[in-house]
């Protein structure tokens, strides 16, 4: 049964910038299936970026040009690069593998 362990989230003035992980245990899995999300507090939770089938990265307009997913395979881990970090994108960070979701890690921006 897949475990998902996210951390690397904190608290930063905007502008800033964070390192994600979120490592995937109990067998060996690609970091290209693995993808985030975030959920704010009040908002439905939102794809923040991924891979698509042809391992190329995936990201949402709102995060495009800051963020940067890379992947470590021999890990099973994901990360995600966050620089230049606004206000609105302090929430939650999730990662999700076959449907299965991390605890979450708290990405709080200030201004």
């Known amino acids: 049964q897949v475990q998902l362990v996210e951390s690397g989230g904190g608290s930063v003035q905007a502008g800033g910038s964070l390192r994600l992980s979120c490592a995937a245990y109990?067998?060996?899995?690609?970091?290209?299936?693995m993808r985030w999300y975030r959920q704010a507090p009040g908002k439905e939770r939102e794809f923040v970026s991924g891979?698509?089938?042809?391992?190329?990265?995936t990201y949402a307009d709102s995060v495009k040009g800051r963020f940067t997913i890379s992947q470590d395979n021999a890990k099973s881990t994901v990360y995600l690069q966050m620089n230049s970090l606004k206000p609105e994108d302090t929430a939650t960070y999730y990662c999700?593998?076959?449907?299965?979701w991390g605890q979450g890690t708290q990405v709080t921006v200030s201004s």
């Open positions: 109990g067998y060996v899995y690609s970091g290209y299936d």
């Open positions: 999700n593998l076959y449907g299965r």
């Open positions: 891979f698509d089938s042809v391992g190329s990265a």
